[in-house]
């Protein structure tokens, strides 16, 4: 089992930044991919970023290049996500989620992902 929890959502005005954080532990392996999606109500869950921790290779939705960066810090096992010039829309609950392989599916189905955290929730007011 991995466990992953995230922390450093909050409330923030449209054109603000925030850094979340995504601690994996527990049966972790060597090679994951680590991805954050996110869910609003009454919609479905998105993939937003994602990044592999043995290559460094990242992955972005559309609508988030250019504002957020993923990054992997290997030794603590911790995933980050900053987010630059939020809008209204970024709002929703921001879920961390590990692909311990050995195959990887396409990074942006949630359904590739064998480990999820609860999530930390973002809000952008309009």
């Known amino acids: 089992q991995v466990q992953l929890v995230e922390s450093g959502g909050a409330s923030v005005q449209a054109g603000g930044s925030l850094r979340l954080s995504c601690v994996a532990s527990?049966?972790?392996?060597?090679?994951?991919?680590m991805a954050w999606f996110r869910q609003a109500p009454e919609r479905e869950r998105e993939g937003v970023a994602a990044?592999?921790?043995?290559?460094?290779?990242?992955n972005y939705a559309d609508s988030v290049k250019g504002r957020f960066t993923i990054a992997s810090d290997n030794a603590s096992n911790t995933v980050y996500l900053q987010m630059n010039n939020l809008k209204p829309e970024d709002t929703g609950m921001y879920i961390c989620?590990?692909?311990?392989?050995?195959?990887?599916?396409?990074?942006?189905?949630?359904?590739?992902?064998?480990?999820w955290g609860q999530g930390t929730q973002v809000s952008v007011p309009s």
């Open positions: 990044i592999n921790n043995w290559d460094g290779r990242t």
């Open positions: 527990g049966h972790t392996y060597s090679r994951m991919r």
């Open positions: 989620a590990a692909d311990r392989g050995p195959v990887y599916g396409a990074w942006i189905r949630p359904a590739s992902y064998d480990a």
